[in-house]
C-alpha cells in the first residue's frame, strides 16, 4: 500500500501576530498535487494539527477544507491522532464526513474504530487503538497511539516508567495483527535522540521520550511532533517534521513529507521536498543607520525577518518607525554593547517576565514550552529575587 506520512501542520498558528494562514493554504494544494502525482492510497497524519487547543474558525475552515481536498472526495483514506496542541474534540468535529471521505479520527487511546467501509477503505477488523485495512486488494494493520501523557492514557507513571509503560501499550497493539499483513504504528511523541539528546527516557516540559529500543519491530513506523524530518532506519520510524517553518531555528533544514511504498517485511521511503513559501531570516547589522538601509534593502523580500541591531544606545523611536515600514520585520532586536558584554534585548514587544522566560525556554528545547510546575518554579524564585531586592 502506497502512504504518504505528514504531521504537525499546526493549523492557525501565528508568528509573532502574524498569520500563516496563506502559506498553509499553499501547502495543502501543494499536498494535493503529490497525492495525485504519487498515486496515494492512504494519508497518516501524526498529530498536532492544529496549533491551540481552540482553534480559530479560520484554522477550523482550513482542516475542513484541507480534508475534503486531500480525500479527493474519499478516493484517498485519511487517518489521523491528535498532538499534544490538539483538542481531540475539535478534530472530530469532522466525522459526519468519514463515511463519504474516508476518514478516520481517533480521538483517544485504545479508541475501537466501528467496522465498514470508509470512502474507498474497508475496515474490515478493528480492535482497540487498531484498525485492519482492506484496499484495491491490498491489506494493512494500522496501530494508532495518540500522544500519550498520564492525562489522555488515564494512568499514572509513579510505579512504571513512562517509556517502560509505552513499550508495553505498543508491542501489545502490534500483536494484534495476526495475520500475515504488514504492520504500521502511527504515534505522536519524542524520541530519545531527536532533540539530540542520549538514548535515555526523559522528560521536558512535560512531555516524555521513549527510546529507539522502546520502539517495536514492524515494517513503518510514523512519528510526529519533532519539526525536523528525522530517521531512525534501524526501527524503520520515521518523522516527517513540520511543513513549513514555524520558528528561525527551523530554517536550517528542509521541509519535507514521506511517501512510503508498505508491503511485508519490505518497506520503501520517498523523499518528497516542499516548498519553503516564506521563509524566516535574521539578519545582523550595526548601527541604525545600516538597520534602515537593511529594512529597506529587504523591502520587497519575500521573508519574515528578524533584524538584529549591534548598538551603542538604545534606538529612537523614529528610527524603529523607518525600520518598520518593511512590513515583514517581524521584530527589531537591540543587542546593546557595553564595555563588558554584549546585552541582547528581546522584549521589544512588551513582553511579560512570564512570556519572556517560556519563550526563551521554547527556544531552548525546539519550541518544547515549559510545563505549569518549571513556569511555577521560575515565578516562584523571581518573587523571592525580589522580595530579596527589598529586603
Known sequence: MRVLHTSDWHLGKKLEGQSRILEQKLFINALE????????????????????????????????????????????????????????????????????????????????????????????????????????????????????????????FDDVKFNTRIKEILEEGVRYNNENIPSVVMTHIYVAGSMGEGEVALELGGSRAISTSDLPDVD????????????????????????????????????????????????????????????????????????????????DKNEWIYLNVELEEPLTNSVIRKIKSNKNILEIVPIVKTKSKEIEVTNCNEQTLEEAFIEFYKEETMGLPPNDNITKLFLEILEEGESNETN
Open 33 to 156: 498535487t503529490v497525492i495525485k502525482e504519487e498515486n496515494i492510497d492512504l494519508i497518516l497524519l501524526a498529530g498536532d494539527i492544529y496549533d491551540t487547543y481552540n482553534p480559530s474558525a479560520e484554522a477550523e475552515k482550513l482542516f475542513f477544507d484541507s480534508i475534503k481536498q486531500l480525500s479527493l472526495n474519499g478516493e484517498v483514506g485519511i487517518i489521523i491522532i491528535p498532538g499534544n496542541h490538539d483538542n481531540p474534540q475539535r478534530l472530530t468535529a469532522v466525522s459526519h464526513l468519514a463515511k463519504d471521505y474516508g476518514v478516520i479520527i481517533y480521538d483517544s487511546a485504545f479508541q475501537e474504530i466501528n467496522i465498514g467501509k470508509y470512502g474507498t477503505l474497508n475496515i474490515y477488523n478493528s480492535v482497540p487503538g487498531g484498525i485492519f485495512i482492506e484496499k484495491n486488494n491490498k491489506k494493512i494493520y494500522i496501530y494508532n497511539l495518540p500522544f500519550p501523557s498520564e492525562a489522555t492514557l488515564n494512568e499514572t
Open 220 to 299: 513503518y513506523i510514523a512519528l510526529g511532533h519533532v519539526h525536523k524530518p528525522m530517521c531512525f532506519a534501524n526501527k524503520k520510524a520515521y518523522y516527517c517534521g513540520s511543513p513549513i517553518e514555524y520558528r528561525v531555528t527551523e530554517n536550517k533544514f528542509d521541509k519535507k513529507v514521506f511517501v512510503v511504498d508498505i508491503l511485508k517485511d519490505s518497506t520503501t521511503v520517498k523523499e518528497i521536498p516542499l516548498e519553503n513559501y516564506k521563509p524566516i531570516r535574521e539578519y545582523d547589522v550595526i548601527g541604525a543607520d545600516e538597520a534602515i538601509n537593511k529594512s529597506l534593502e529587504l523591502i
